[in-house]
């Protein structure tokens, strides 16, 4: 996953580079660091933490090999209460996987029999989303800092002021010295299209996707929604 | 707003725009794919129970509609299809009323690997009480230090507190760990709600402040119903 620009990925290699500090926890140690939150259980421990090896193995087999290695499900058997729930929990972010709990109940309720599970693979697929955008954003930081920096000067000089002037204040803004001054950016509103779900057709939401995103695309993102307007900065520094 | 709030928005903003929402979700699909776990939990709920007729929906039906999604199908979704052969399943449930072998066969072989979890004694909540990380013990201790009060647990005190613990348990009903929440938040009641005006006091909880404060409740079963 780390910073590859190919622009076609063979699929071999994504598993390959997938290596995380997770990748290196042995079973015992997956057992040990659920040691530190739950107490006990260790028929459970050994069994999740085998099954989370298991699929780090099934990564590294060859392509033809790994289509056939299936997951072990688990069933867990246990009164309530003594953490069940609990060793999963710890599971999914030592796992660093997409992991999403669910309630079977939930589609037993009346006038949701059999309400779309396949709601569950959806809504994992979001998380997974959510995870790999942080981790994403978490490698363009860099630059990402460096842009936002611009950004604050553009707001604090303007871009008309001089190469010496916004180096001053770029040196005075990494200090910290301008932390408490107000400034007016332009940010873009979450776009968050509403989307709506038609009865009886999963995934019939396609047709309301991101429209949005390709109208900010092919217009250059412009901005939607200036927050906070307060000026002061200007008059207090324009000495 | 202020240089420093812009800042984060700021750099969420530009590292959206660093990053392609294609390649995103490309290989987000594909860690879902490889990768996902989904926990199924209170499966036992969803057992057909036979002494159980009428007036509820078919369970049987729930399952029956989990059997693809387990056995790896291909689920369509606003991304493309998702195919869900390598997500691993971890089902849990506690079978008090329905076993295992309750579930519709088909479901039973798609879960091979069985675990029980051990009820809890007292024992293991004296474990539970002082070991963990973030123990319930260190996070009471924390939420008072914020009002300048010290929470101190003596070692018969957290005994006691497992003892009651289990004994209600075993007399009531058995909830597992989560009694501890209650009978700590019962014991702390008084100094919960006291604690602003006792800044600065050292505080022990011992055996005799426990049985002070809850022991009459856990003698009468009838009581311990309703309150703990």
Known sequence: MEKSNVTSFPKGKIAKEKTTIANSLSPREIVSELDRFVVGQNKAKRAVAIALRNRWRRQALEDDMKDEVLPKNILMIGPTGVGKTEISRRLSKLAEAPFVKVEATRFTEVGYVGRDVEQIVRDLLEIAIAMEKVKKRKEVHAQAQKLAEDRVLDALVGNKASVATRESFRKRLRDGDLDDNEIEIAVSESNQMPSFEIPGMPGANVGMINISDMLGKSMGQKPKKKENVSQRISRNFNK | ?228
């Open chain 2, 1 to 228: 707003m202020s240089v420093k709030e812009s800042h984060e928005i700021l750099i969420n903003e530009e590292s959206d725009k660093l990053i392609e929402q294609d390649k995103i979700i490309k290989s987000a699909k594909d860690s879902t794919e490889n990768n996902g776990i989904v926990f199924l939990d209170e499966i036992d709920k969803i057992s057909a129970r036979t002494d159980r007729v009428g007036g509820d929906v078919s369970r049987e039906g729930v399952q029956r509609d989990l059997l693809p999604l387990i056995e790896g199908t291909t689920v369509s979704t606003k991304y493309g299809p998702v195919k869900t052969d390598h997500i691993l399943f971890i089902a849990s449930g506690a079978f008090q009323l329905a076993k295992p072998s309750d579930l519709l066969p088909e479901l039973q072989g798609r879960l091979p690997i069985r675990v029980e979890l051990d009820a809890l004694n007292s024992e293991d909540f004296i474990r539970i009480l002082k070991e963990p990380d973030n123990s319930l013990i260190k996070q009471y201790k924390a939420l008072l230090k914020t009002e300048n009060v010290d929470l101190e647990f003596t070692e018969d005190g957290i005994n006691t507190i497992a003892n009651i613990a289990s004994e209600v348990n075993s007399s009531v009903e058995n909830i597992g760990a989560r009694r501890l929440h209650t009978i700590i938040e019962r014991v702390l009641d008084e100094i919960s709600f006291t604690a602003t005006d006792r800044a600065g006091e050292k505080i022990t909880v011992d055996s005799k402040y426990i049985k002070d404060n809850i022991g009459e409740l856990v003698k009468d079963t009838d009581l311990s119903k309703f309150i703990l």
